[in-house]
């Protein structure tokens, strides 16, 4: 088969799969970024299928297949599909790879399953703490509350108190009760509750907020500010929006991986500080990505401009540790009084949290604890595929010219957002290019932008 006659069945393919899903992404008749994950999946299927029946081997297909329709819509890392030199072994440290699943690994896997096992017994022998039981608190239990306190306190300099520290099952987890209890709270009160949502932001927080009968302001953040709320703008919004009560703020932003600088969350802070009912969500999804004194240095701007009390910190692992599918996560209350608020939302939501998954959880915090080399070679992978994702891009637009800008890399986080040059769309510039991004109105923004994510290794 010729490279012509290869790429105009792929184009084919792009074409027809591109236009059985472009209504079905657009007008919200599925969440955008699967819906996009799932034509590319389908294209990828159709693809192999006309490959073998061309009589391709499977290694040539792979071959063709990757060149031709490239994945970039889901931004979480499969450790267990990573090639890259120096990262190969990521996935038997960190205890995925099964016993058995292939020839000499799941060494750590069993270290850390008889962890478990000891943390179990250490919990009911000297803190009488039974995981089997009926947990009236539902917040996790304390030996883990104190390792994420100690988290806390070594990676940012912040302190809270274990009361204040709830686990969970993820960052969307927490943020989700979190929404539904500050609903509650303002309501109690009397005070109507808008929700500010900045965009382009992941726009399950605002999703949430919707399903919660929330109104929610959108707040469009501009280009030249990097896509982040500015203190004039935020002013302004307290001004035109006397009813907005709790602030979404994401640090390290989804999708366009720019990050706020202590100096403006420094200036922020001066804004929200003159209402003192406001209640930040700060998504911390991100930080632990970037180079940790900086992203320490943002989280201190809490601390150093007195903002703790108003905040309510949405934690996770599923980027900074590559454990999606593990989903762990926590919430950190700024203080006790919306701590006893929000316990009301994690008892009744749920009455506890799994006994094997909170072991599981306390052995990966007290991996990485004694093993800091894991998390810097996770940087470390990230920082490789940012740089080869944007090599990537500039390679395309050479031979296309379909993007007007590509995003630069900050140093932190797994995606790239870049606007198309007018009359693109993600479904043209897949048809053209292969290349499989999500639409910018998925984070309530424009579709002349596109997000792409390093959870691929481009070919």
Known sequence: MTEATMDAFLETIRRECAARWVQRVLTGAVPPIRGMARLTREARDLAFAECARRGLARAEAERVVAAGIIDRTIGDVDVRAVTEPGF????EELGVIIPGENATGGDQYRRMHARMRELELELLQQRGFDLRMYDIYGVGNPRLREQLRDRMIADYGLEFPIEQIFVSLGGIHSMDRAIRMLRKYFADRGKPCVFGFPAPGWAVAKWQAEVTNLP???????EDADYKL????????????????????AITNNPTAYSYTPDELTQLAAVIATRPDVMVLADLAYIGTAEPAMDKARMQVFKDCNLIAQTIFISSLSKVMTLTGDRFGWASFGTREIADLMSLGWNNFSAGLPREWQLSFMTYLELYETHPELGAKIRALYTLRRQKLIAQLHALNQTHDVFIEIGRDEGGGIYNWSKLQPGETVFSLFEKTGLAGVPGSA??????????????VPP
């Open 88 to 91: 190969t072994d990521l996935a």
């Open 216 to 222: 929610v302001c959108l707040i469009t953040t501009r």
């Open 443 to 456: 984070f309530g923004y424009s579709d002349k932008f596109v997000r792409f994510s390093v959870g691929i």
């Open 230 to 249: 500015t203190p004039h703008q935020l002013t302004q919004l307290f001004a035109d929006v006397p009813d907005l009560r709790v602030l979404y703020l």
